[in-house]
């Protein structure tokens, strides 16, 4: 299939696909390339976007997916494998949930002391000089 079909099928735009082929996490081999040099994109290259989809939607970094895909390309990637990998990425959200808990709080009291403040009045921000 052309990329406009691959775009189409796979929800990914033709510059993401040609951005994964450009950092390797999709390979298409030379011989796909039709006489006009358009590719012609397998079946197995639009699996391959449904999976790295789900793992985006899952909060997966393209590293941590280009991870998965290579340890299943050397057929090591097994229930257990990926349940370390799904339990390491869930402690990892839980500590950048827990930060933007404190980032929130800590808003959320500059907040209140700004309205406290009369309104119209300059401030300067602490820890900045103003520029001569």
């Given at each position: 299939?052309?990329?406009?079909?691959?775009?189409?099928?796979?929800?990914?735009?033709?510059?993401?696909?040609?951005?994964?082929?450009?950092?390797?996490?999709?390979?298409?081999?030379?011989?796909?390339?039709?006489?006009?040099?358009?590719?012609?994109?397998?079946?197995?290259?639009?699996?391959?976007l449904k999976t790295i989809r789900k793992y985006k939607d899952l909060g997966f970094?393209?590293?941590?997916?280009?991870?998965?895909?290579?340890?299943?390309?050397?057929?090591?990637?097994?229930?257990?494998?990926?349940?370390?990998?799904?339990?390491?990425?869930?402690?990892?959200?839980?500590?950048?949930?827990?930060?933007?808990?404190?980032?929130?709080?800590?808003?959320?009291?500059?907040?209140?002391?700004?309205?406290?403040?009369?309104?119209?009045?300059?401030?300067?921000?602490?820890?900045?000089?103003?520029?001569?």
């Open positions: 299939m052309l990329i406009g079909e691959l775009s189409k099928r796979s929800g990914f735009s033709r510059d993401t696909i040609r951005y994964y082929e450009k950092i390797g996490l999709i390979e298409l081999p030379k011989k796909l390339r039709n006489v006009n040099n358009y590719k012609d994109y397998p079946e197995d290259v639009f699996l391959l970094t393209l590293e941590e997916i280009r991870e998965l895909l290579v340890l299943q390309s050397i057929q090591v990637l097994d229930v257990s494998k990926l349940i370390q990998i799904v339990e390491r990425k869930i402690t990892g959200m839980d500590t950048a949930i827990e930060k933007l808990h404190e980032y929130r709080l800590k808003l959320g009291r500059e907040h209140q002391l700004l309205l406290e403040k009369k309104t119209g009045h300059i401030i300067a921000l602490p820890e900045m000089k103003v520029a001569a």
